[in-house]
């Protein structure tokens, strides 16, 4: 099987309802695909006439489904007429074996919706039926590409809109606005994508009770320079904090090898000496952990190419973001977090717990300056499967 790229378009009712995660999920678990790029759009109306016009065109799926799903595309990705904001709408791309079939069995087909939860759209989609076999009402939930041919169209289309169409929507129709209104940043940590599974998906979920509204979304790998910029304010509390354990820690091994009691003012100076090193271990750790990296080790030359372990970076706003996000994310310590928060739900232990997210709109905003949630993935992936 050739490994290819496809792409979902998780509609903009499936988002403002908080069921992208459970779309991701779905998909992610039953293809063993990987999610290797996102991106939110809020498309011009010019954007998604010619989207339209490609789903009509496209030789891939019955006539009737296809002016169907255009039709739908035609009225419901565009600027909403009523307040002139623009609908969301996240692009994921999925690489691996088989994808294009793959997701074409996993979205499902329009005509054949059951109520089995087969299939993305028995789950998140819906068509309702008069008694003479009308449509009454239509919801597909995702749009995809079912052949190569439509996929490269599709991609070579969106491509062209995405610096100007794609980002962080803050205007998007149906997001906050208002003295109180903030913009947070969550990263999904690397642990959840060691495989393809249901994980990110579900952290989603979770943060959906939030009532947020998701404005940006990126596939991300740090690299070594922006992780030590990013989680540089920690090295200088470990470098401190761990002083006094390490002092204490070392005595007892020492007494435990040697049969050493050190006086207190021997224990200070080793704790002096040592705890920096140990604080800075702990440090270069967090930064392994989060770019599959370790710095020492990566040449002053390399350290801002991009990491070999993924996240997922997602950027929240609403009114008391920052606060909200953090009350579902829980403690540090997924062991003193509380039922339904993520770190209970997913964490590990302090450093492998699921998440992150900003404790403050000011290091929301330095944090987005350090990983850039609006810059396009999206072009370098078309590119390297289908630009020739």
Request: aromatic residues 6%; proline residues 6%.
């Given at each position: 099987?050739?490994?290819?790229?496809?792409?979902?378009?998780?509609n903009?009712?499936?988002?403002?309802?908080?069921?992208?995660?459970?779309?991701?999920?779905?998909?992610t678990?039953r293809?063993?695909?990987?999610l290797?790029?996102?991106?939110?759009?809020g498309?011009?109306?010019e954007?998604?006439?010619?989207?339209?016009?490609?789903?009509?065109?496209?030789?891939?799926?019955?006539?009737?489904e296809?002016a169907?799903?255009?039709?739908?595309?035609?009225?419901?990705y565009?600027?909403?007429?009523?307040?002139?904001?623009?609908?969301?709408?996240?692009?994921?791309?999925f690489?691996?074996?088989?994808?294009?079939?793959?997701?074409r069995?996993?979205?499902?087909?329009?005509?054949?919706?059951?109520?089995s939860?087969?299939?993305?759209?028995?789950?998140?989609?819906?068509?309702?039926?008069?008694?003479?076999?009308?449509?009454?009402?239509?919801?597909?939930?995702?749009?995809?590409?079912?052949?190569?041919e439509?996929?490269?169209?599709?991609?070579?289309?969106w491509?062209?809109?995405?610096?100007?169409?794609?980002?962080?929507?803050?205007?998007?129709?149906?997001?906050?606005?208002?003295?109180?209104?903030?913009?947070?940043?969550?990263?999904?940590?690397?642990?959840?994508?060691?495989?393809?599974?249901?994980r990110p998906?579900?952290i989603?979920?979770?943060?959906?009770?939030?009532?947020?509204?998701?404005?940006?979304?990126?596939?991300?790998?740090?690299?070594?320079?922006?992780?030590?910029?990013?989680?540089?304010?920690?090295?200088?509390?470990?470098r401190?904090?761990?002083?006094?354990?390490?002092?204490?820690?070392?005595?007892?091994?020492?007494?435990?090898?040697?049969?050493?009691?050190?006086?207190?003012?021997?224990?200070?100076?080793?704790?002096?000496?040592?705890?920096?090193?140990?604080?800075?271990?702990?440090?270069?750790?967090?930064?392994?952990?989060?770019?599959?990296?370790?710095?020492?080790?990566?040449?002053?030359?390399?350290?801002h190419?991009?990491?070999?372990?993924?996240?997922?970076?997602?950027?929240?706003?609403?009114?008391?973001?920052?606060e909200?996000?953090?009350k579902?994310?829980?403690?540090?310590?997924?062991?003193?977090?509380?039922?339904?928060?993520?770190?209970k739900?997913?964490?590990?232990?302090?450093m492998?717990?699921?998440a992150?997210?900003?404790?403050?709109?000011?290091?929301a905003?330095?944090?987005?300056?350090?990983?850039?949630?609006?810059?396009?993935?999206?072009?370098p992936w078309?590119?390297?499967?289908?630009?020739?």
């Amino acid at each position: 099987m050739a490994v290819e790229l496809a792409f979902v378009l998780v509609n903009p009712y499936s988002i403002s309802k908080s069921r992208t995660g459970g779309i991701i999920s779905r998909i992610t678990s039953r293809t063993g695909l990987d999610l290797v790029a996102t991106r939110m759009f809020g498309p011009s109306q010019e954007l998604v006439d010619r989207y339209a016009a490609i789903l009509r065109e496209a030789k891939d799926m019955p006539a009737e489904e296809a002016a169907i799903i255009a039709d739908h595309v035609q009225h419901n990705y565009g600027p909403n007429p009523r307040t002139g904001r623009r609908r969301r709408v996240l692009m994921l791309l999925f690489e691996g074996d088989d994808a294009i079939a793959k997701i074409r069995d996993a979205v499902g087909s329009l005509r054949k919706l059951t109520t089995s939860g087969e299939s993305v759209r028995d789950t998140f989609g819906d068509l309702i039926l008069d008694d003479q076999g009308k449509i009454q009402y239509v919801e597909p939930a995702v749009t995809i590409g079912r052949s190569l041919e439509t996929i490269k169209k599709v991609l070579a289309l969106w491509s062209e809109y995405t610096d100007r169409d794609g980002g962080l929507i803050d205007d998007g129709d149906e997001v906050a606005e208002g003295a109180d209104v903030q913009r947070t940043l969550v990263i999904i940590k690397p642990d959840n994508f060691r495989f393809p599974s249901s994980r990110p998906g579900n952290i989603i979920d979770l943060f959906s009770a939030s009532g947020l509204r998701i404005i940006g979304a990126k596939i991300h790998r740090m690299s070594v320079a922006e992780g030590e910029e990013f989680y540089g304010p920690v090295q200088e509390v470990l470098r401190n904090k761990l002083k006094g354990p390490v002092a204490e820690r070392a005595n007892a091994a020492l007494k435990e090898e040697f049969g050493l009691t050190l006086s207190e003012e021997v224990k200070k100076q080793l704790g002096e000496l040592v705890g920096p090193c140990f604080g800075d271990e702990q440090f270069y750790q967090i930064i392994e952990f989060m770019t599959g990296q370790r710095p020492p080790d990566v040449p002053p030359t390399e350290k801002h190419k991009p990491g070999t372990s993924r996240c997922l970076v997602l950027i929240y706003k609403g009114a008391n973001a920052v606060e909200r996000i953090r009350k579902i994310l829980g403690p540090t310590d997924p062991s003193k977090a509380g039922p339904g928060s993520v770190r209970k739900e997913y964490g590990k232990d302090i450093m492998i717990n699921a998440a992150h997210a900003s404790d403050s709109p000011e290091n929301a905003v330095r944090e987005m300056g350090i990983v850039k949630p609006q810059a396009d993935t999206i072009r370098p992936w078309f590119e390297k499967y289908y630009k020739n």
